[in-house]
């Protein structure tokens, strides 16, 4: 009887705790939706006082705003009349102008007149300026383009004359500080030596006292050290002349040596400076310079340069043509007609300067200008040829190399790897999130006590 009494108990007590938990949940839940009211609430009201005071401020900015934009709109309008009144006086000085250009239209007309008489005159002209033994008639432009550049090449080595001079005037200023420093140097030296030959000069006098004192009483055991000593010697010495000996023969080889390579080097810059007018460096030249020192033909006058000498009075031409004419000097020339009375200056000649011979290549031009080089140059094209041959072996390894990468699908391999790991990244986050789902609505006591 009383173990069902309190098999009954422990049943009512079991139903009692049950609904206590439940009603615990229930008030653990509802306290939780009544919380999350009340921030709601609360962040409305923040929201609310935030737009209260931004409103607010927005107010003032207007009417700071409204008072600006109506001092600029009185403003714009003195401005506006200042320039009314500048305009209207402006027209007045535009008309006073027109009536003024009106005036000197006519001393304008005239200048220009003037100046084209002026330009036909001075179009060309003979000038010594360039050679000094003889005048050459040239266009006026062009005579002044030659002396400009003339000009600023003799600035051009005045200035390089001026900075070898200011190189020489500081290597000399180091030199002149390193010989003072050297006189120093052998100053105290020779004060030093002096010293010491004053210190050896007493040391000698002492042994020679010791000296006379040991032939008296050690004389027969100093001449048996001085034997071996003497003895010791001569063999010392007769090492020391051959070994001099053998030093003289290998210097003189050496020097012989050189001496040989210096006067093949001699021999080929003769060759060199018969070649070419001046003798250059065979070797540890840099690729300019070899490029520089290279024989090249002119494509205009055949003549074999190089591009280290060639300057812009290199190549002599004719700009006119050769044939039979008359002379620029020759009134009916002048006129652009053709008389019979001119017939006998109707021989070949060059157009451009009434030369009668034609030369060859224009070796008797009266222009010069810079030597020109063949338009291909054969080296060069292989070269050139090499350098392509290589960039499209190159560009074939490259496209078969896209091609073997295409082919291989790498691009979506990777892609589909990356699209499997976020996979199981996501599974992985969902396992999880569906364990910690199972605790999300325990009750607070059983969740701090870890009791299930």
């Known amino acids: 009887m009383r173990e069902a009494m309190v098999r009954k108990r422990n049943i009512l007590q079991a139903e009692a ?38 409103a607010r401020q927005n107010a003032e900015k207007y009417a700071l705003y409204s008072q600006r934009k109506g001092g600029e709109e009185q403003r714009k309008k003195r401005e506006r009349a200042k320039l009314k009144a ?15 250009v009106e005036k000197q239209q006519p001393v304008v007309q005239e200048l220009g007149e003037e100046r084209t008489r002026v330009y036909i005159r001075t179009e060309w002209m003979d ?37 070898e001079v200011v190189a020489l005037e500081r290597s000399l200023m180091s030199l002149n500080s390193e010989l003072q420093v050297n006189s120093e140097e052998e100053r105290r030296k020779t004060n030093a030596m002096a010293r010491l030959w004053q210190s050896h000069t007493r040391t ?13 009483i050690f004389g027969k055991s100093q001449r048996h050290v001085l034997e071996a000593v003497f003895t010791g010697w001569i063999k010392f010495w007769t090492w020391r002349l051959g070994v001099r000996a053998q030093y003289n023969l290998k210097y003189k080889l050496v020097k012989h040596e050189m001496d040989l390579n210096q006067a093949s080097q001699r021999i080929e810059d003769a060759q060199r400076r018969k070649l070419h007018g001046y003798a250059t460096k065979a070797k540890g030249q840099t690729i300019l310079k070899r490029h520089q020192g290279r024989l090249i033909t002119c494509r205009m006058c055949g003549k074999d340069y190089i591009e ?14 050769y044939e039979v004419a008359c002379p620029r000097s020759c009134e009916f020339a002048m006129k652009g007609q053709v008389s019979n009375r001119c017939m006998s200056h109707r021989v070949k000649r060059w157009t451009c300067c009434d030369e009668r011979q034609e030369g060859e290549h224009g070796n008797n031009g009266c222009c010069a200008r810079f030597h ?14 090499d350098v392509e041959a290589r960039d ?5 390894f490259l496209k078969t190399e896209s091609d073997r990468i295409r082919r291989d699908d790498w691009e979506n391999k990777h892609r589909k790897r990356g699209f499997d790991q976020l996979q199981e990244m996501e599974a992985d986050l969902a396992a999880e999130r569906q364990i910690v789902q199972r605790y999300k609505f325990l009750p607070k006591p059983v969740a701090d006590t870890g009791k299930s």
């Open 17 to 54: 705790d049950a609904r206590l938990s439940e009603q615990i949940v229930e008030a653990v839940l509802e306290s939780t939706e009544l919380q999350l009211h009340l921030m709601e609430a609360t962040e409305e009201m923040r929201y609310a006082d935030k737009r209260a005071t931004l």
């Open 86 to 100: 500048e305009a209207q006086r402006a027209l007045k000085r535009h008309a006073k102008a027109t009536e003024e």
């Open 127 to 163: 000038s010594k300026v360039l050679h000094a033994t003889h005048s050459q008639r040239m266009q006026t432009t062009k005579l002044w383009n030659i002396l400009h550049t003339h000009y600023f090449r003799i600035i051009a080595v005045i200035i390089a004359s001026r900075a």
């Open 204 to 216: 000698q006098r002492m042994r020679l006292r010791r000296s006379e004192l040991g032939k008296l």
């Open 308 to 321: 280290a000498q060639n300057h812009a009075r290199a190549c002599s031409y004719h700009p006119g043509k």
């Open 372 to 385: 020109l080089p063949p338009l291909a140059d054969p080296k060069y094209e292989v070269a050139i040829a």
């Open 392 to 396: 499209k072996m190159e560009d074939e």
